[in-house]
């Protein structure tokens, strides 16, 4: 199975912060490569899918780039709906994996 | 509206067998691949199946190989998780969801328990 490894594993920052989140993958999976936002006791939301599209509704403060094996979440002015878990998540192979989540908390 | 309506969890002893049902509302649910996806208390998220959208095509995750399997009825809206010699590691909320790019719909989840 492809391993996805994220960083950091928790995040402390500040309102209006940029904060940028890591996802590296095993192997190549080219552009397969998803992130999503879950908050407490909340089904996960989809953010960015195909490494880099914004699914609509997202705010465009949030971006996504990377091709292979790394690939970056950037929120680029934290707001205070922004604090949650974010995951990324590979669809390039039949087995598909999540990273193991990013917590980004209030500093 | 969309709806994704999960049943069929429950409090079950190792080795036994459950079927999880997810009922879906509010969009063409016979033109999308379907997944379920599950996550352990306090856990990140994990991916557990695939099928697509004439259930021809269907992939497991291989820690569940040979014993769960996940199928679909498009007549009735619904996807289904058939679960057999589970396990304590199988405890965990259990969301099916609905995938376009990304999974763009997912229910609420239903829990599964594995104790004696």
């Known amino acids: 199975d492809i391993q996805l490894t994220q960083s950091p594993s928790t995040l402390s920052a500040s309102v209006g912060d940029r904060v940028t989140i890591t996802c590296r993958a095993s192997?190549?999976?080219?552009?397969?490569l998803a992130w999503y936002q879950q908050k407490p006791g909340k089904a996960p939301k989809v953010l960015i899918y195909?490494?880099?599209y914004l699914k609509s509704g997202v705010p465009s403060r949030f971006s996504g780039s990377g091709s292979g094996t790394e690939f970056t979440l950037t929120i680029s002015s934290l707001q205070p709906d922004d604090f949650a878990t974010y995951y990324c998540?590979?669809?390039?192979?039949?087995?598909?994996?999540f990273g193991q989540g990013t917590r980004v908390e209030i500093k | 509206e969309v709806q994704l309506v999960e049943s069929g969890g429950d409090l079950v002893q190792p080795g036994g067998s459950l079927r999880l049902s997810c009922v879906a509302s509010?969009?063409?649910?016979?033109?999308?691949?379907m997944s379920w996806v599950r996550q352990a208390p306090g856990k990140g998220l994990e991916w557990v199946a695939n099928?697509?959208?004439?259930?021809?095509?269907?992939y497991h995750a291989d820690s569940v190989k040979g014993r769960f399997s996940i199928s679909r009825d498009n007549a009735k809206n619904t996807l289904y998780l058939q679960m057999s010699s589970l396990r304590a590691d199988d405890m965990a909320v259990y969301h099916c969801?609905?995938?376009?790019?990304?999974?763009?719909?997912w229910g609420q989840g239903t829990l599964v328990t594995v104790s004696s």
């Open positions: 509010g969009f063409s649910f016979s033109s999308y691949y």
């Open positions: 969801a609905t995938w376009d790019g990304g999974w763009i719909y």
């Open positions: 192997q190549s999976i080219s552009r397969w």
């Open positions: 998540q590979q669809s390039n192979s039949y087995s598909w994996t």
């Open positions: 099928i697509n959208q004439e259930g021809n095509a269907i």
């Open positions: 195909e490494a880099s």
